[in-house]
């Protein structure tokens, strides 16, 4: 399996800006797919996620209404669209993909089979 996150950059406070996974090896719809961000000094974080079954999306406390998390079964890419972002949205940006976790294992980032290599976003002030 591997993924491969694109779509960081720099962006000033209030911008928007939408990431990239794209997946192979692995059927997303068919697997949970999450969002984490890990910014310097702090531990790694849960943004958003799409549950395996159902599809049903998750998002962390400090996202909800600010970033959307979607799935494209047809090019096997995942989204997330990051709107008024703030600076302290600033972190490294990873996609993870695991297909056996359970949903109250979903927003911890060591039950994770699969990881991207990471995208950096940088909103400044």
């Known amino acids: 399996v591997q993924l491969q996150a694109s779509g960081g950059g720099l962006v000033q406070a209030g911008g928007s800006l939408r990431l990239s996974c794209a997946a192979s090896?692995?059927?997303?719809?068919?697997?949970?797919i999450a969002w984490f961000r890990q910014a310097p000094g702090k531990e790694r974080e849960f943004v958003a996620g799409?549950?395996?079954?159902?599809?049903?999306?998750y998002y962390g406390d400090s996202v909800k209404g600010r970033f959307t998390i979607s799935r494209d079964n047809a090019q096997n890419t995942v989204y997330l669209q990051m709107s008024s972002l703030k600076p302290e949205d600033t972190a490294v940006y990873y996609c993870?993909?695991?297909?056996?976790?359970?949903?109250?294992?979903?927003?911890?980032?060591?039950?994770?089979?699969?990881w991207g290599q990471g995208t950096l976003v940088t909103v400044s002030s």
């Open positions: 799409i549950f395996r079954s159902g599809g049903r999306t």
């Open positions: 090896g692995r059927t997303l719809r068919m697997s949970t």
């Open positions: 993870a993909l695991d297909d056996h976790l359970i949903l109250s294992s979903m927003r911890q980032a060591g039950e994770y089979d699969y």
